[in-house]
């Protein structure tokens, strides 16, 4: 079992550069494909972006596309999710994904406010 933890979320205004991590324990992410979801409450849990298992292929919603970027140290069992240019609708609660097989499991999240 895989146990994570978001952090470095907080309240930054438009245009600004944040780095949102993801720490993994109990098990080595190498063999699981990591995302990164968000949810504003009362919505949907959206997609954000995902990275292979290696870190050679990644995949974005449109609406980050160009803007945010995941990343992967294997090694050090991390997942970064560098955010720039950022919007007020990018405001949201944003989640860390682990999944391999029928395997999923999630972080509890970490706030993202962005002031207009």
């Known amino acids: 079992q895989v146990q994570l933890v978001e952090s470095g979320g907080g309240l930054v205004q438009a245009g600004d550069s944040l780095r949102v991590s993801c720490a993994a324990s109990?098990?080595?992410?190498?063999?699981?494909?990591m995302s990164w979801f968000r949810q504003v409450q009362g919505k949907e849990r959206e997609f954000v972006a995902a990275?292979?298992?290696?870190?050679?292929?990644?995949y974005y919603a449109d609406s980050v596309k160009g803007r945010f970027t995941i990343s992967r140290h294997n090694f050090e069992n991390m997942v970064y999710l560098q955010m720039n240019g950022l919007k007020p609708e990018d405001t949201a609660v944003y989640y860390c994904?682990?999944?391999?097989?029928?395997?999923?499991?999630w972080g509890q999240g970490t706030q993202v406010t962005v002031s207009s």
């Open positions: 994904a682990a999944r391999y097989g029928s395997s999923e499991y």
């Open positions: 109990g098990h080595p992410i190498t063999l699981y494909t």
């Open positions: 990275i292979g298992r290696t870190g050679g292929t990644t």
